[in-house]
Every structure is written in structure tokens, then in C-alpha cells.
């Protein structure tokens, strides 16, 4: 019997490299990759010289799971590759789900979310002190509804730094919401396909977001960002690397020892 888990693991947002360094170990002994090929660029393919590739873009969950679990009876190692990490937008629950009734274990390895390799092109840190120590990773409602109470209005109320995702197309509605909560002038941005090639970043301001995305052309592979962090933050500074401040690996510094 095959004790090996089907492996869900987390491609990154697009660049090779910002794989873990456990998913490409896990790639390299695979001998079936089932990949998003929609979004999980090919050359992620090249840490599994010796496995069968097969691009789910165009299965149905039971297509997938059938695929799955037959190559699992026959012993093979499996890897799952999704895009970003699994955790987000990955659609993973149910096809554990579906594994799991079939007594077929499975892992799972996280991965670099597109949220995160947006905030590096853009040289952000999402949570300054004093300012904004949240963020909201969400989408807006389209094909696919969200629970009244997590309304991309709602969300957006508290004012935080938000991570947008599958929403490009939606440029309009979310625009529309982020002015009337952070205000027209709110520094906000786009960052299609992070991490990718053919990377690009708009900033912009969200009066300014929905012209801003059709002028670009920009439908899809993009996340929309708004945070008070995007703006001047000059003047908010962290406690932890303060003079004044102490904590348990440093004393509060005084003239004398800084001299």
C-alpha cells in the first residue's frame, strides 16, 4: 500500500525561485505533477525532470481526483501544484475532502502568496506602527459571492491595509468602495503578475484606480493594493530598534554607551 500523502504544495507567486525550498525537494522526487497550468508558470516544471506533468486547467474536480488517486494506487508520488499558496483562492478543501473519503492521505506545503511578492515590488510594509497593524486579504463579489458579513465595504470600513485579489475585472465596484472609505485621494496600487517576467506596477490613487486598470488593459493576474502605508509614513518608526526602548535582548540604550 502506498503510505506516500499526496502532496499539495505552493508554487509561489510566479518567479521559479520562490518556491520553498521543501516544495522543490518534493517536485524533484515527484513522478506526477498536477499543476494549474492557468496560473503556475511552466518553468516551475523544470524541479521535476522525471515526473508525468498534467495541467488541471482544464479538469473537473473529479477528473482531478480520479487522476489523483489512481496514480496513488499504483505507488507513485504525487504533488499537487497550486499557485501562490494553497491555503488562498486554492480550492484545496475539496479535493482533500474527496481524497480523504477514499482513505488516500495528503500534506500539504505552503507557499509565497502573491500578496506578499506584491508588497516586495512595491517596497511596502503592510503593518507600520502607529498607522496601520492589519491586513486584509479579500476579494470582491463576482461569479463567486462572498458571506454578506465579509462585503468588500464592510472590510474595507476598518481603514487597514488590504490585499485584493480576483478582482481586476470588478474595477469599478472596488474602486467605487475603496474612495468612498479611504478617501479619493488614498494612495492605492495594481501589481499584475507578480514576481513575473512581465511584471508591472501601477500606483495610483483610488479615485483614479478603475481608468488606471482599463488604460493598462489589465483583466486579470493582478492584485489590487490600498493601505495608509502606500502614502508618507517618514514619521512612524517601529519601538523595537528605538534608543528609549527595552526588551528582552536589549537594554535601553543611553548617550554614553552609543558613544
Same mark, same amino acid.
Given at each position: 500500500?502506498?503510505?506516500?500523502?499526496?502532496?499539495?504544495?505552493?508554487?509561489?507567486?510566479?518567479?521559479?525561485?520562490?518556491?520553498?525550498?521543501?516544495?522543490?525537494? &518534493? *517536485? =524533484? !522526487?515527484?513522478?506526477?505533477?498536477?499543476?494549474?497550468?492557468?496560473? $503556475?508558470?511552466?518553468?516551475?516544471? %523544470?524541479? +521535476?525532470?522525471?515526473?508525468?506533468?498534467?495541467?488541471?486547467?482544464?479538469?473537473?474536480?473529479?477528473?482531478?481526483?480520479?487522476?489523483?488517486?489512481?496514480?496513488?494506487?499504483?505507488?507513485?508520488?504525487?504533488?499537487?501544484?497550486?499557485?501562490?499558496?494553497?491555503?488562498?483562492?486554492?480550492?484545496?478543501?475539496?479535493?482533500?475532502? &474527496? *481524497? =480523504? !473519503?477514499?482513505?488516500?492521505?495528503?500534506?500539504?506545503?505552503?507557499? $509565497?502568496?502573491?500578496?506578499?511578492? %506584491?508588497? +516586495?515590488?512595491?517596497?511596502?510594509?503592510?503593518?507600520?506602527?502607529?498607522?496601520?497593524?492589519?491586513?486584509?486579504?479579500?476579494?470582491?463579489?463576482?461569479?463567486?459571492?462572498?458571506?454578506?458579513?465579509?462585503?468588500?465595504?464592510?472590510?474595507?470600513?476598518?481603514?487597514?491595509?488590504?490585499?485584493?485579489?480576483?478582482?481586476?475585472?470588478?474595477?469599478?465596484?472596488?474602486?467605487?468602495?475603496?474612495?468612498?472609505?479611504?478617501?479619493?485621494?488614498?494612495?492605492?496600487?495594481?501589481?499584475?503578475?507578480?514576481?513575473?517576467?512581465?511584471?508591472?506596477?501601477?500606483?495610483?490613487?483610488?479615485?483614479?484606480?478603475?481608468?488606471?486598470?482599463?488604460?493598462?488593459?489589465?483583466?486579470?493576474?493582478?492584485?489590487?493594493?490600498?493601505?495608509?502605508?502606500?502614502?508618507?509614513?517618514?514619521?512612524?518608526?517601529?519601538?523595537?530598534?528605538?534608543?528609549?526602548?527595552?526588551?528582552?535582548?536589549?537594554?535601553?540604550?543611553?548617550?554614553?554607551?552609543?558613544?
Amino acid at each position: 500500500m502506498n503510505q506516500n500523502p499526496i502532496i499539495f504544495c505552493g508554487a509561489g507567486p510566479g518567479d521559479p525561485e520562490l518556491i520553498t525550498v521543501k516544495g522543490q525537494k &518534493a *517536485l =524533484e !522526487a515527484a513522478q506526477l505533477v498536477v499543476y494549474a497550468g492557468s496560473l $503556475v508558470p511552466s518553468q516551475l516544471l %523544470a524541479w +521535476a525532470p522525471g515526473a508525468r506533468t498534467v495541467d488541471s486547467s482544464g479538469l473537473t474536480l473529479e477528473q482531478i481526483v480520479d487522476l489523483m488517486a489512481d496514480a496513488h494506487a499504483k505507488g507513485r508520488r504525487i504533488v499537487r501544484l497550486h499557485t501562490g499558496d494553497p491555503s488562498l483562492y486554492g480550492a484545496i478543501a475539496e479535493q482533500i475532502r &474527496a *481524497l =480523504e !473519503a477514499r482513505n488516500i492521505p495528503c500534506t500539504i506545503i505552503p507557499g $509565497v502568496t502573491a500578496a506578499f511578492a %506584491a508588497a +516586495a515590488a512595491l517596497g511596502l510594509e503592510y503593518t507600520i506602527p502607529e498607522l496601520c497593524q492589519s491586513l486584509i486579504l479579500t476579494r470582491a463579489a463576482g461569479r463567486t459571492p462572498v458571506p454578506q458579513a465579509e462585503a468588500l465595504e464592510k472590510l474595507a470600513a476598518h481603514k487597514a491595509s488590504m490585499a485584493i485579489y480576483l478582482s481586476a475585472g470588478l474595477k469599478d465596484k472596488v474602486a467605487e468602495i475603496l474612495k468612498q472609505s479611504y478617501g479619493p485621494d488614498a494612495p492605492c496600487a495594481v501589481v499584475y503578475r507578480a514576481s513575473w517576467p512581465d511584471e508591472r506596477i501601477i500606483r495610483t490613487t483610488c479615485a483614479r484606480l478603475a481608468d488606471q486598470i482599463t488604460k493598462a488593459g489589465i483583466t486579470r493576474h493582478a492584485l489590487i493594493v490600498v493601505s495608509p502605508a502606500l502614502g508618507r509614513i517618514e514619521d512612524k518608526k517601529s519601538r523595537l530598534y528605538a534608543r528609549s526602548f527595552s526588551h528582552g535582548f536589549r537594554k535601553r540604550a543611553c548617550a554614553k554607551e552609543i558613544e
